[in-house]
C-alpha cells in the first residue's frame, strides 16, 4: 500500500479565509483524485488530475498536481460555511488494483 | 442520476451475530468496492470486487467475506461480529478502471455491543 500524508489533519477558519490541503507520498501516482465527504454521507468526486504540474479550477477551489506526480494541494479561495466537510485524496498507482486514500482534512468554516 | 445505496444507515449488533451489510447500484458498474472509515485511519479497503461472482481481498479482510451473485448487488458480511468491527462502512462503485470517479453510498454505521 502505498502510504498518502493528508495535511493538515483539522482546520478550523472563518468565513472568507484562504486555505490550502495537502497531499504528499514518496510514491509516483498514475493519477489522484480530490473527494469531499459531508457529515453523514459518502465522499463525492471533486477533481482528478493526471498530468505532473497539472493545475484545475473549481470555481474557489485550485488543485494541483506536483511535477513529479508525488504531491498534490487543493487550494481554497475566501471559504464559506459550505465548503466545511472532510477533504479526501486518493492515489492510483499504474501496479495497483485499488485506489489509496490519505486519512483526510477535516475542514470546518465558521461564519 | 446516479445512485449507490446501502441497506441501512444504522445497525446495532452484539458480539458473535452475523451481520449483513447490503449495497445496490444502478449505474451498471463492473467494479464495487467496501471500505470501512474509522477516526484518524481514514478510508481502508476491505474486499472489492471486478465481475458477478468475482472478488478480491483488500488491505483488511480479516474477519469479513463478501458475496456478489448479481452485477448490482455486493454484499459485506461479518460471520460473527466483533466489537473492533464498529465502524463506518462504505460501499462504492466504478464504471471502469479502478482510476474512474468512484461513486460512494451514503455508509452503514455499524455498532457491535
Known amino acids: 500500500t502505498q502510504l498518502l500524508e493528508q495535511s493538515p489533519q483539522f482546520l478550523s477558519i472563518q468565513e472568507g479565509e484562504n486555505l490550502t490541503v495537502y497531499c504528499n507520498s514518496s510514491?509516483?501516482?498514475?493519477?489522484l483524485q480530490w473527494y469531499r465527504q459531508e457529515p453523514g454521507e459518502g465522499p463525492v468526486l471533486l477533481v482528478t488530475?493526471?498530468?505532473?504540474?497539472e493545475v484545475k479550477k473549481l470555481k474557489r477551489l485550485t488543485f494541483q498536481f506536483g511535477d513529479a506526480r508525488k504531491d498534490s494541494s487543493l487550494h481554497i479561495t475566501a471559504a464559506q460555511p459550505g465548503d466545511t466537510g472532510l477533504y479526501l485524496c486518493?492515489?492510483?498507482?499504474?501496479?495497483?488494483?485499488?485506489?489509496?486514500f490519505g486519512k483526510g482534512t477535516s475542514l470546518l468554516v465558521t461564519p | 442520476d446516479v445512485k449507490v445505496t446501502q441497506s441501512s444507515r444504522y445497525l446495532v449488533k452484539r458480539t458473535g451475530e452475523k451481520v449483513f451489510l447490503e449495497c445496490v447500484q444502478d449505474?451498471?458498474?463492473?467494479?464495487m468496492f467496501w471500505y470501512r472509515q474509522d477516526p484518524g485511519l481514514g478510508l481502508r479497503l476491505i474486499y472489492f470486487?471486478?465481475?458477478?461472482?468475482?472478488?478480491e481481498k483488500g488491505d483488511i479482510p480479516e474477519g469479513y467475506s463478501v458475496s456478489r451473485e448479481k452485477k448490482e448487488r455486493f454484499s459485506l458480511i461479518l460471520e460473527s461480529a466483533s466489537t473492533n468491527q464498529t465502524s463506518m462502512y462504505l460501499c462504492?462503485?466504478?464504471?471502469?478502471?479502478?482510476?474512474?470517479?468512484?461513486?460512494f453510498g451514503p455508509g452503514t454505521r455499524l455498532t457491535v455491543l
Open positions: 486518493a492515489g492510483a498507482s499504474s501496479s495497483g488494483y485499488a485506489l489509496n
Open positions: 510514491s509516483v501516482f498514475s493519477s
Open positions: 488530475v493526471v498530468t505532473g504540474g
Open positions: 449505474m451498471d458498474h463492473e467494479n
Open positions: 470486487s471486478y465481475d458477478v461472482k468475482m472478488k
Open positions: 462504492a462503485s466504478v464504471a471502469g478502471d479502478f482510476t474512474d470517479t468512484q461513486y
